[in-house]
């Protein structure tokens, strides 16, 4: 009897030895992950950027965002729970993922993206074109 309890402590003093390495492990897993997001998110402005500030217009309808750059159509729309790239109306080329909402607003020279993501956290930027465009707002919104 005495030597079951002692080997039972000896399991839950092994038990509670590594629990912190392992929470420690998993805490930092997830801070990793939410950097990783925040990278994502990053990266998809900066392209989006880019891709605004050489267009020649810029529209959006049905809540997608229509982009006229170099002679071809480029389109951002919220897919599942991913945001998408279509140029000419094909492909799929993710570029953000974890989305829940995404709202596209045309403002006077560019645009407005507000996306929720799938853990209720809500980012937003405005993203505004360094020529005048042809078809944009005049007004701010």
């Known amino acids: 009897m005495l ?25 930092e897993k997830q801070m990793v992950a939410v950097q990783l997001k925040e990278m994502e998110w990053q990266v998809f402005v900066g392209q989006l950027k880019k891709e605004v500030r050489m267009s020649e217009s810029i529209h959006v309808e049905n809540n997608k965002l229509l982009l006229y750059v170099d002679g071809e159509n480029i389109m951002y729309e919220l897919y599942l729970t991913k945001i998408r790239r279509r140029v000419n109306a094909t492909g799929h080329e993710v570029t953000l993922q974890g989305v829940a909402s995404v709202q596209f607003s045309e403002i006077h020279n560019g645009v407005k993206v507000e996306v929720k993501n799938v853990y209720n956290q809500q980012k937003e930027v405005n993203i505004l074109s360094y020529v005048q465009l042809e078809g944009s707002n005049n007004d701010s919104k």
């Open 3 to 27: 030597l079951d309890m002692l080997f039972s402590l000896f399991l839950f003093l092994l038990i509670i030895a590594f629990l912190p390495p392992i929470l420690h492990i998993i805490i």
